[in-house]
């Protein structure tokens, strides 16, 4: 989390995270305004849902992301590894089909593409990351290496 998370509109954000590879929104904060009335739609579904939520700890044995995607199912989630070690999460949420004798009274969940990157660190085990989605919470796990702790020798002090 950001020392100054004032700075973005009280959003979380890692800005100073150099693992974080955060896709930026050019229409976040104008969802209302004049502006936004001009964005083609497919533009505004699509910023609606591109910063999908995700958690990142780690643990001693691994780094394990969580994201939040509910009403998605894991046919429409992309979990994929890129050079350079980064983790790519990536899906789309489908525009619900309009109905002529429909009225609408309120549209507030989202839709459309997101796609969030993570630079992995050197100890991340790149070739046995696991993926699994239950309730609509996305979990990848990312085992470490254990730390190579140096060999300590003891000296016999003469005299």
Same mark, same amino acid.
């Given at each position: 989390?950001?020392?100054?998370?004032?700075?973005?509109?009280?959003?979380?954000?890692?800005?100073?995270?150099?693992?974080?590879?955060?896709?930026?929104?050019?229409?976040?904060?104008?969802?209302?305004?004049?502006?936004?009335?001009?964005?083609?739609?497919?533009?505004?579904?699509?910023?609606?849902?591109?910063?999908?939520?995700?958690?990142?700890?780690?643990?001693?044995?691994?780094?394990?992301?969580?994201?939040?995607?509910?009403?998605? +199912?894991? $046919? /429409?989630? @992309?979990? &994929? #590894?890129?050079?350079?070690?980064?983790?790519?999460?990536?899906?789309?949420?489908?525009?619900?089909?309009?109905?002529?004798?429909?009225?609408?009274?309120?549209?507030?969940?989202?839709?459309?593409?997101?796609?969030?990157?993570?630079?992995?660190?050197?100890?991340?085990?790149?070739?046995?990351?696991?993926?699994?989605?239950?309730?609509?919470?996305?979990?990848?796990?990312?085992? +470490?290496? $254990? /730390?190579? @702790?140096? &060999? #300590?020798?003891?000296?016999?002090?003469?005299?």
């Amino acid at each position: 989390m950001s020392l100054i998370p004032s700075l973005f509109g009280g959003r979380r954000t890692n800005v100073f995270d150099p693992f974080s590879l955060d896709v930026w929104d050019p229409f976040d904060g104008f969802s209302n305004s004049a502006l936004a009335n001009n964005v083609p739609s497919s533009a505004r579904e699509t910023s609606a849902f591109a910063n999908a939520r995700i958690d990142w700890k780690e643990t001693p044995e691994a780094h394990v992301f969580k994201a939040d995607l509910p009403g998605l +199912k894991k $046919e /429409e989630v @992309k979990v &994929e #590894v890129e050079e350079g070690r980064v983790l790519q999460i990536s899906g789309e949420r489908s525009k619900e089909q309009e109905e002529n004798n429909d009225t609408w009274h309120r549209v507030e969940r989202s839709c459309g593409k997101f796609l969030r990157r993570f630079r992995l660190p050197e100890n991340a085990k790149m070739d046995q990351i696991k993926a699994s989605m239950e309730n609509g919470v996305l979990t990848v796990t990312v085992p +470490k290496e $254990e /730390e190579k @702790k140096p &060999e #300590v020798k003891a000296i016999d002090i003469s005299g």
